[in-house]
């Protein structure tokens, strides 16, 4: 529900991963520019339990709600979809006090997509990583380049873990499959390593490459 550039991506992406996706929207052109990329597209008032009916929108076991601009429409979309019995119900917020009224009218799922991108783009800005993903509790996932003078020798040889707290996932150089890391696993040059750990860990350490 809702195909602007949140809902948009989603349901492209969806439909990339294999999954049949119905797209709605009010907006005519929004329709149309899809119309000929998802599985199916309809013209509608989201908020309609009558509309979302006569798509059989009871078919699908999740739902994402990409409406941000209209939070009347979009919290009244989600309780709609809750009432219907949509198990899976996945909402984008705008702010936090949108999430919370989300929450209680049904979605199971909140997500903050400008939060989200800002805070990662800050981590990137502020640091030596290249990228980086932090979770709800403290953890976090980044690609770093390899520390210095690292080219040649062991994962074991270096010991991250035991200077620095966190553990290499993986391996990537350009052009290169991605290595999965073991001890045994040699640095080659010009490497980027995928490290998992705390977020003030990963951080220190790509500070160091």
Do not use: C
């Not at 009432?83 to 009224?101: F, N, T, Y």
């Amino acid at each position: 529900m809702g195909l602007g550039r949140f809902g948009g991506q989603v349901a492209g992406s969806l439909l990339q991963l294999g999954h049949e996706v119905l797209g709605i929207d009010e907006n005519d052109q929004l329709v149309q520019q899809w119309s000929d990329k998802l599985t199916h597209v309809v013209q509608a008032d989201s908020t309609d339990e009558d509309a979302l009916l006569q798509v059989g929108i009871k078919e699908f076991p999740r739902a994402v709600v990409g409406i941000g601009s209209d939070i009347e429409a979009s919290v009244l979309t989600v309780l709609t979809l809750s009432e219907l019995g949509i198990r899976d119900i996945w909402a984008k917020a705008v702010s936090a006090k949108h999430g919370r009224i989300l929450r209680s009218v049904g979605a199971h799922h909140v997500i903050y997509p400008e939060a989200t991108m800002g805070e990662r783009v800050a981590h990137l800005i502020a640091s030596r990583m290249l990228d980086f993903i932090e979770f709800d509790d403290g953890f976090a996932i980044a690609k770093t380049r390899a520390p210095r003078n690292s080219a040649g020798r062991t994962l074991a040889d270096l010991a991250l873990r035991t200077h620095y707290g966190i553990t290499v996932v993986g391996i990537k150089t350009h052009g290169t499959d991605f290595l999965y890391a073991a001890p045994e696993t040699v640095v080659p040059d010009h490497a980027e390593l995928v490290v998992a750990g705390s977020t003030e860990l990963v951080q220190k350490f790509a500070a160091t490459t």
